[in-house]
């Protein structure tokens, strides 16, 4: 073997063990980050979730019986389950690049939710979470926005940082009915129309009757009762965001619903006024002048008379 090719196989050696250290030592870095960095091991600790953004504060705290939302509504359940399996199976996939860090730092700051995880050890996790423009790519960052990473979890594919982003009223449990059969005592529509008979469904001592229908359907009574069960609304409304229904307000009711359970808690108060022509959706307002809207199907199907009930 000529000198020459002793030293081309000398290098291409050479060539190779360096091409190996190189590679090892980019997965070590590219490993040497927290893959449970944002994650909550034991989400039984988790005492409260407090989301900020621009001045606006949204708390979710743990009470005794059931979550509560900035001291004064109820959460929706479903909401407080998912946002508690993202934060036990949260990882970072890797650190945002230096070419990009500062756009996506910026991004967080001014647009981004800072996320308190209020935790029953007394301690907490703060975290920046938002994400890119097109909400395909999620993206954390410590409290000092020092650090940032995409972030996922294995097998789900949507935007984690969409759960924070969530409004006020969109935290809101949806739940208006939850009431059935075997426990609803009254149900009463009164219609402001006076040629519209008003409807009375009632416990009668064994069973539910309505008032002035001697011959019942039976069958139909339940079908109508079943929706009942869990009829949530639309959305909640705040006054000033939607002035067409806004204007309502001011517009004589075409009904009031008076649902009473044996559970006085799921008792409820309902005044509902007419549909703005060309929308899809009632406007209700309860005791406390909140502000609902109801689909139309739906709300439909519940503005009935005692004919309807009439065994043909």
Same mark, same amino acid.
């Given at each position: 073997?000529?000198?020459?090719?002793?030293?081309?196989?000398?290098l291409?050696?050479?060539?190779?063990?360096?091409?190996?250290?190189?590679?090892?030592?980019?997965?070590?870095?590219?490993?040497?980050?927290?893959?449970?960095?944002?994650?909550?091991?034991?989400?039984?600790q988790?005492?409260g979730?407090?989301?900020?953004?621009?001045?606006?504060?949204?708390?979710?705290?743990?009470?005794?019986?059931?979550?509560?939302?900035?001291?004064t509504?109820?959460?929706?359940?479903?909401?407080?389950?998912?946002?508690?399996?993202?934060?036990?199976?949260?990882?970072?996939?890797?650190?945002?690049?230096?070419s990009?860090?500062?756009a996506?730092?910026?991004?967080?700051?001014?647009?981004?939710?800072?996320?308190?995880?209020?935790?029953?050890?007394?301690?907490?996790?703060?975290?920046?979470?938002?994400?890119?423009a097109?909400?395909?790519t999620?993206?954390?960052?410590?409290?000092?926005?020092?650090?940032?990473?995409?972030?996922?979890?294995?097998?789900?594919?949507?935007?984690?940082?969409?759960?924070?982003?969530?409004?006020?009223?969109?935290?809101?449990?949806?739940?208006?009915?939850?009431?059935?059969?075997?426990?609803?005592?009254?149900?009463?529509?009164?219609?402001?129309?006076?040629?519209?008979?008003?409807?009375?469904?009632?416990?009668?001592?064994?069973? #539910?009757?309505? +008032?002035?229908? *001697?011959?019942?359907?039976?069958? @139909? /009574?339940?079908? %109508?009762?079943?929706?009942? =069960?869990?009829?949530?609304?639309?959305?909640?409304?705040?006054?000033?965001?939607?002035?067409?229904?806004?204007?309502?307000?001011?517009v004589?009711?075409?009904?009031? #619903?008076?649902? +009473?359970?044996? *559970?006085?808690?799921?008792n409820? @108060? /309902?005044?509902? %006024?007419?549909?703005?022509? =060309?929308?899809?959706?009632?406007l209700?307002?309860?005791?406390?002048?909140?502000?609902?809207?109801?689909?139309?199907?739906?709300?439909?199907?519940?503005?009935?008379?005692?004919?309807?009930?009439?065994?043909?």
């Open positions: 073997m000529t000198r020459i090719k002793k030293l081309s196989f000398v291409i050696g050479l060539l190779i063990v360096s091409f190996m250290l190189s590679w090892v030592g980019n997965k070590d870095r590219v490993s040497s980050f927290d893959k449970s960095l944002f994650a909550i091991a034991d989400t039984t988790i005492r979730i407090i989301i900020e953004s621009n001045g606006q504060t949204i708390s979710i705290k743990r009470g005794e019986e059931q979550w509560s939302l900035n001291d509504y109820r959460v929706d359940p479903q909401l407080v389950y998912l946002s508690q399996r993202i934060l036990n199976a949260v990882q970072t996939q890797r650190p945002v690049s230096p990009n860090f500062v996506i730092k910026s991004d967080l700051q001014e647009s981004g939710r800072l996320i308190n995880v209020e935790l029953s050890d007394g301690q907490s996790k703060k975290f920046y979470a938002g994400g890119n097109a909400k395909t999620a993206y954390f960052g410590n409290e000092d926005l020092t650090e940032i990473f995409s972030v996922a979890i294995p097998g789900y594919k949507s935007y984690l940082s969409g759960i924070f982003e969530l409004s006020l009223n969109q935290w809101r449990d949806r739940v208006l009915f939850a009431s059935d059969w075997r426990t609803i005592q009254d149900l009463n529509i009164n219609y402001t129309d006076p040629t519209q008979p008003d409807l009375t469904i009632f416990f009668d001592n064994k069973f #539910l009757a309505v +008032k002035e229908v *001697d011959l019942l359907d039976t069958a @139909t /009574l339940m079908n %109508y009762l079943q929706p009942m =069960g869990f009829f949530q609304v639309n959305d909640y409304l705040d006054k000033g965001n939607f002035t067409r229904y806004d204007s309502l307000l001011a004589e009711p075409i009904a009031e #619903l008076t649902l +009473k359970d044996i *559970d006085s808690s799921k409820s @108060t /309902l005044i509902i %006024y007419p549909k703005i022509p =060309g929308e899809r959706f009632y209700l307002t309860d005791e406390s002048d909140e502000m609902i809207v109801v689909d139309q199907q739906r709300m439909e199907k519940l503005l009935v008379t005692s004919s309807f009930f009439e065994e043909n």
